[in-house]
């Protein structure tokens, strides 16, 4: 498998597991919120950015690593999706 499809496909796993992980912290701690909110003019665009530049990084990064099988990404790809949205999902119905 290309080494470009393993690098950016374990980013985005990662990447969604951490936005899931950001929205929680923003919600939990004001600082947080308001830091990101003054930054672009809204926590969204801030958190869009981060996540953005968290994937490109990230998968630059992975480039050179060795990958993964097929069927792991295959796995981890919508194992980040669904968990990072139950994450979020649990905490808004839990807080």
Do not use: C, Y
């Not at 919120?33 to 990084?57: N, R, S």
């Not at 796995?75 to 968990?83: D, E, I, K, M, T």
């Amino acid at each position: 498998m290309d080494r470009w499809v393993n690098a950016f496909g374990i980013s985005f796993a990662v990447t969604a597991l951490l936005s899931a992980v950001l929205v929680v912290v923003k919600e939990l701690n004001h600082g947080v919120f308001t830091w990101m909110a003054g930054l672009t003019g809204h926590h969204w665009v801030t958190h869009g950015v981060l996540q953005l530049l968290l994937f490109v990084v990230l998968g630059l990064i992975l480039l050179g690593r060795a990958p993964v099988n097929k069927s792991t990404l295959v796995a981890l790809v919508p194992g980040g999706l669904v968990l990072g949205s139950a994450i979020v999902a649990g905490f808004f119905v839990l807080h």
